[in-house]
């Protein structure tokens, strides 16, 4: 079974950092990201790595700030969060997909984890 197991969050002070954790089991993704989504906003895409050829990308409002990371050994995505802002308040999800045998896109979210910037 596919699983993506997030941990991390919390709360945090304005320019405070906090580094987000997410745990995959049951398959090695080459692409992993980072999602979030604040109340009343749509999810948007915060971060990914690949790692056949290690590449990241980041959304332009996180870039200088946010780091994504992984350790291929351990399956797992980091995502360490600097100078933490109060708009970076939301819920943050650990996201991944694979082709399955047919070519169907399977998707994989985590269950997500709080991080709230206080000002």
């Known amino acids: 079974q596919v699983q993506l197991v997030e941990s991390g969050g919390g709360l945090v002070q304005s320019g405070g950092s906090l580094r987000l954790s997410c745990a995959a089991s049951g398959f090695t993704f080459s692409t992993m990201s980072w999602f979030r989504q604040a109340p009343g906003k749509e999810r948007e895409l915060v971060a990914s790595?690949?790692?056949?050829?290690?590449?990241?990308n980041y959304a332009d409002s996180v870039k200088g700030r946010f780091t994504i990371s992984r350790d291929n050994a351990k399956n797992t995505v980091y995502l360490q969060m600097n100078s933490l802002k109060p708009e970076d308040t939301a819920v943050y999800y650990c996201y991944a997909n694979r082709r399955n045998f047919y070519g169907v896109t399977l998707d994989y979210w985590g269950q997500g984890t709080q991080v709230t910037v206080t000002s």
């Open positions: 790595i690949t790692s056949a050829v290690v590449r990241t």
